[in-house]
C-alpha cells in the first residue's frame, strides 16, 4: 500500500521523471499524491493534493533538479487530505520523507517530539519520520547516521525515503515494506516500492531486504545493517519482465488486458521446472503436516488446490487464509510445511505466517509471482508463475496461474506430472478459443442485463465452490455490487431466503459427476424465482442464460472464472467505475 518513488544522479529532470514513473505504482493507492523536488538554490519545493496521480501533469514538474522524492498514498493514518499526503517535511524544510508502512509507536514519538518543540501538520504516523531525523541531526552531522538513529526507535514496517538539502543525499531503509533500487551507470539511482516505476530507464536492480538502509548521493551507493551499520555487499540482477507487458496497449483497462493474456500466462506457469515441481510435491509428501495459505483470491487458488491434492494425489492439505494462521501455531513442527502463495509477494498476514512457521522450525515454499519479492527472499523454495507484471487491483491471470502450478505439484505426486501439463497446455488452448470476440460481447451483453442489480448469488460445488467464492470477490471489488458466493448444497441452509423474483444467481458446474447435485440447486434457485446464470461445458434447462465454457475435467475451476472475470469488469465499466482502481483497496496489502 502507497508507492514511493525517488531519483538521484545527474538527470536534470528529477520532478518530471518521478512524477511518470510514479503513475505506473497508481495501483499501490490512489487517494492523494506528493511531491519534493531539490530546487536551484537548493530549496524544496513541495507539491501535494488530494486525487489521483494519474491525473497529475508531469510537465508541471520541469524545474532542473537532479534529486526528488514522491508518493501515491493508501490512507491508514489520517483521512485523505493534501495536510496527511506525503511528502512530510521536518521544521527547518531541509529535509522531506516519503513512507509506506505503519509507525506503529508514532503516538508516543509524536508526544515526545512535540514537547520538543516539534509542530505536528498532519494526522499520520508517518510526519514524525522527519521530525526526529532532524532531531537525532543534533547529536551527528551525518544524514544517514540520523536516519539510522530514527529507525532504530520505531516500531512496525516501515519502506521510507528520506532527501536532504544539506548532504545533497537519498537515503532508504526498510522493514517490512518493499524498496527496489534501479541503478543506471552514468545516469544515478532511482528507489522505488515496485520496479515499473523506474522500467523505463534502467531493468538493472538491487533489493532492500528487511533491515537494511541505503545511502546515495546519486554517484555511489551504500547498503549496510540498519541496527549494526555493517556493510552488506549487494548483488546486481537484471529483470526480465518487458516494458509491454506492464503497460495497457489497445486495452481502456489492465483488467481487460490481464484478463486476455491468460491464455499465455497460464501455458507460461505450466512450462516450469520439472525437477522444482517434483521437490515440492515431495516436501508435501514428506512434511508431517503441510498447510496452505493466501489471502484473498491468493487463498481462494489454496481452496481449489485442496481439492486437487485431495482427487488428484490423494493428499491432505490444511488451507486457511493467512491472516487465520496464528492459532495453528500449536499444529506446527519442524516436520511441518508451510506453502504461501501470494501475487505480490509482499502481503503482510502471508509474511506473518511464514514467521509463525520459521519460529516452530518449519519449511516455508512460496508459489509468487513477482520476482525478487520479499516473501520470495524469505522463503526456503520459491516457485515462480510467471503470469508477468499484473497491473489491476483485481487479481485475474496471477490466480489462474496459481491454480495451474498447484495442479502441477498435484500431478507430479502422482508421478503423472506430463499428464497434467499436458491437461493443461490443452485448457490454455481451449481458453485461446473461448476468449473470442464474439464471446467477450455476449459476456458484455450479460453485464448490461444485470448492470442494475444491487444483490447477486454465485453458488457451485467442489472447485466450483473456492471459485463462486472468488468470483465474489471479483465483483464486489470492481463493481461494488453486492456479490456472495455460496457451497450449492449450503443454499437450503439459510442464504436462499435472500434469493426474490429476478435475483440474478451463477452457477459454476462442470461435465462431472456432480453435475446433477448443482443442477439441483440451481432448480431450487429458479423455483423461488431467481434469473439463472449457467457457466458450464452443458446446457441445462435449469439455466435461463448459458454462458457456455469447454469442458476442462480437473482443470474446470481455471477455465470457469475466466468468463466472470470478464462479466465482473464489465459490470464495472457500464456502472461507470474504474476496473483498475477500486475504492478503498490497493495491490500489496503491505499492512495487517
Ligand atoms: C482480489 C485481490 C486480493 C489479493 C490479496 C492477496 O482481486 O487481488 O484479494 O489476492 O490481497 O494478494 P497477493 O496475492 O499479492 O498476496
Redesign the pocket.
Known sequence: MCGIFGYIGNRNDAGKLVIEGLKHLEYRGYDSWGIAIKEEGNSILLEKDIGKISEVDSNNFTMQSNLAIAHTRWATHGGVTKENAHPHICEDCSIAVVHNGIIENYEELREELKQKGYDFKSQTDSEVIPHLIQEELKNTNDFAQAVRSACKRFKGRYGLLAMDLNSKTLVAARTGSPLIIGVKKDTGYFIASDIPAFMEHTKVVQYLDDGEMVVTNGESILFTDIETGEEHPKREIEITWSIEKAQKGEFDHFMLKEIMEQKDSIARAVNQNEQQIKKLGEAIRNSKGTFLV??????KACMVAEYFFSVVAQEHVNVTS?GEFKLYNHFLTSESLLIV???????AD?LEAMKIAKSKGAKVLAII??EGST?AREADDTLLINAGPERA????K??TGQMAVLMLIAYSMKNKLKEGKMLLLETTSLINDMLNPRYIKFIEEVAENMKDESDLYIIGKSWNFPMALESA??IQ?VSYVHAEGFAGSELKHGPIALVEKGTPCITLAGDDEIFPDIISNTIELKARGANTIGVSPIQSDAFDTWIKVPNAGVAQAIVNIIPIQVLAYYLAVKRGMNPDMPRN?A???TVK
Request: with cysteine; net charge neutral.
Open positions: 493466501g489471502c484473498g483470491t491468493a487463498h493467512a502463495v501470494s501475487q505480490s509477494g509482499e502481503t502471508v509471482n513477482s516473501i487491483v483485481a487479481s485475474t496471477a490466480l470477490i471479483k471489488e483497496l495491490k500489496s496489502v
